[in-house]
T-cell receptor, first 115, second 115 residues
Framework: GENVEQHPSTLSVQEGDSAVIKCTYSDSASNYFPWYKQELGKGPQLIIDIRSNVGEKKDQRIAVTLNKTAKHFSLHITETQPEDSAVYFCAVPFLNTGTASKLTFGTGTRLQVTL | DTGVSQDPRHKITKRGQNVTFRCDPISEHNRLYWYRQTLGQGPEFLTYFQNEAQLEKSRLLSDRFSAERPKGSFSTLEIQRTEQGDSAMYLC?????????????FGEGSWLTVV
């Protein structure tokens, strides 16, 4: 099946610093790469996604970069704020069964933004 | 767009009892998914519907689990003869079909504790 590795598993940054989380995947046919933020006791919330026809996408303080050749994509959060503290998951669609929408998730990164 | 709605949010049940969760997807989303998430892990795919048709089931979905989407709108996930290992958060998600992109939106989840 699809293998998705996510690093680091925990990340602590000071408020105002940047945070970067990286995911690598195995299925070269994957063409859609979302990132989800999950707060305690809540469901995953989509924060940004990218499709394989672009290399970077930005939305205010959040950006995602994609390197299809190397099969990895990264989440970048700039000017971090305490409310950014959460668990972040990358996900990749599992395409080799033909189900383009079934997502395989990474193991998650717990981001802690300290004052 | 009211988001994906799940009910109940929390359920505590005794081992051996049956439980049922309901999901109402975002209106006009014809795809509906069930995922399971245990503490410290990312969500894992269970099953997915395109309209009322259940198109794929994970090997995680044992015979004690059954999901339905009778009219292509809301869905139910029933777990029969619950076991302690079934304790998890059950997440419902929905999306439009691939023509419109496969962005998947999650609900807040239904927590199940089997005692």
């Amino acid at each position: 099946g699809e293998n998705v590795e996510q690093h680091p598993s925990t990340l602590s940054v000071q408020e105002g610093d940047s945070a970067v989380i990286k995911c690598t995947y195995s299925d070269s046919a994957s063409n859609y790469f979302p990132w989800y933020k999950q707060e305690l006791g809540k469901g995953p919330q989509l924060i940004i996604d990218i499709r394989s026809n672009v290399g970077e996408k930005k939305d205010q303080r959040i950006a995602v970069t994609l390197n299809k050749t190397a099969k990895h994509f990264s989440l970048h959060i700039t000017e971090t704020q305490p409310e950014d503290s959460a668990v972040y998951f990358c996900a990749v669609p599992f395409l080799n069964t033909g189900t383009a929408s079934k997502l395989t998730f990474g193991t998650g990164t717990r981001l802690q933004v300290t004052l | 767009d009211t988001g994906v709605s799940q009910d109940p949010r929390h359920k505590i049940t005794k081992r051996g009892q049956n439980v049922t969760f309901r999901c109402d997807p975002i209106s006009e989303h014809n795809r509906l998914y069930w995922y399971r998430q245990t503490l410290g892990q990312g969500p894992e795919f269970l099953t997915y519907f395109q309209n009322e048709a259940q198109l794929e089931k994970s090997r995680l979905l044992s015979d004690r689990f059954s999901a339905e989407r009778p009219k292509g709108s809301f869905s139910t996930l029933e777990i029969q003869r619950t076991e302690q290992g079934d304790s998890a958060m059950y997440l419902c998600a929905s999306s439009r079909d691939r023509v419109f992109g496969n962005t998947i939106y999650f609900g807040e989840g239904s927590w199940l504790t089997v005692v």
